[in-house]
C-alpha cells in the first residue's frame, strides 16, 4: 500500500521551459512535506519541503505548491536547466515522535537543451 | 569531505553468505538511519538510530542487524543472504529526531545476491 505516489515515472522538459512534478498521498497524518534530487551513483539530497500549515514554498528557481484537500502536491522548476535532469522523489513524514519519511517511486526529469 | 560515507559501493555475493555495509557521517548529527531501495525504486526505511539508540525498526528480517558503535557509526549486518536483498542500501543521517529535520544520504550500496 503505497502512501506516497508519484505517477508519472518520466518527464521530459526543453530548456527555459517550465517543469512539473506531481506527487499524491493517501496518509492524512502527514503533515511535512519534502522533494529529494537524486542524480546517478549518489545519495538524494534534499531539495525543498514545505509544511502543511503552507500551500506554498519557493526557494529560487523551485517552487513547491501542497493542496491539502486534495492530498497533492507539486513541484514546479522554472526555467529548467539541463542540469536539473535527475531522479525526483517526493516524500512525506507525519505526527508522531519518530521521524519517518516515506518516500515516492520517484520520476526521472531531462531537460533538453 | 563527503558528509555521509558508506562501504562498500558495490557489493556482490552468494546467497548464505554474511555481510556488512558500513556508514560513517562527519556531520556531527545524533540520528543515522538506514533505507532500501527495491527494484520498483521506493525507498524504504529500514531502522533508524538515535544516539545509539533504536527508535525504529521496521518490518525487517532478523536477519537484518543494525550495529551501532558511535553517534557517528551505522553499520549494517546481513546474514544468510538471500537473492530478495539485493537492493541499493543508503545510509542517512539528521541533527536529531525532529520532524523537520533534513536528512543528508550517503551515496549508496548496491548489494546484488547471486
Known amino acids: ?113 | 569531505d563527503t558528509a555521509v560515507s558508506q562501504t562498500p559501493k558495490y557489493l556482490v555475493t552468494q546467497m548464505g553468505n554474511d555481510k556488512s555495509i558500513k556508514c560513517e557521517q562527519n556531520l556531527g548529527h545524533d540520528t543515522m538511519y538506514w533505507y532500501k531501495q527495491d527494484s520498483k525504486k521506493f525507498l524504504k526505511i529500514m531502522f533508524s538510530y538515535n544516539n545509539k539508540e533504536l527508535i525504529i525498526n521496521e518490518t525487517v528480517p532478523n536477519r537484518f542487524s543494525p550495529k551501532s558503535p558511535d553517534k557517528a557509526h551505522l553499520n549494517l549486518h546481513i546474514n544468510s543472504l538471500e537473492l530478495g536483498d539485493s537492493a541499493v542500501y543508503f545510509c542517512a543521517s539528521s541533527q536529531d529526531m525532529s520532524s523537520t529535520d533534513t536528512q543528508y544520504f550517503g551515496p549508496g550500496t548496491r548489494l546484488t545476491v547471486l
Request: one cysteine or more; glycine letters at 8%; a positive charge.
Open chain 1, 1 to 113: 500500500d503505497q502512501q506516497v505516489k508519484q505517477n508519472s515515472p518520466s518527464l521530459s522538459v526543453q530548456e527555459g521551459r517550465i517543469s512539473i512534478l506531481n506527487c499524491d498521498y493517501t496518509n492524512s497524518m502527514f503533515d511535512y512535506f519534502l522533494w529529494y534530487k537524486k542524480y546517478p551513483a549518489e545519495g538524494p539530497t534534499f531539495l525543498i519541503s514545505i509544511s502543511s500549515i503552507k500551500d506554498k514554498n519557493e526557494d529560487g528557481r523551485f517552487t513547491v505548491f501542497l493542496n491539502k484537500s486534495a492530498k497533492h502536491l507539486s513541484l514546479h522548476i522554472v526555467p529548467s536547466q539541463p542540469g536539473d535532469s535527475a531522479v525526483y522523489f517526493c516524500a512525506a513524514s507525519g505526527r508522531g515522535s519518530a521521524r519517518q519519511l516515506t518516500f515516492g517511486s520517484g520520476t526521472q526529469l531531462t531537460v533538453l537543451p
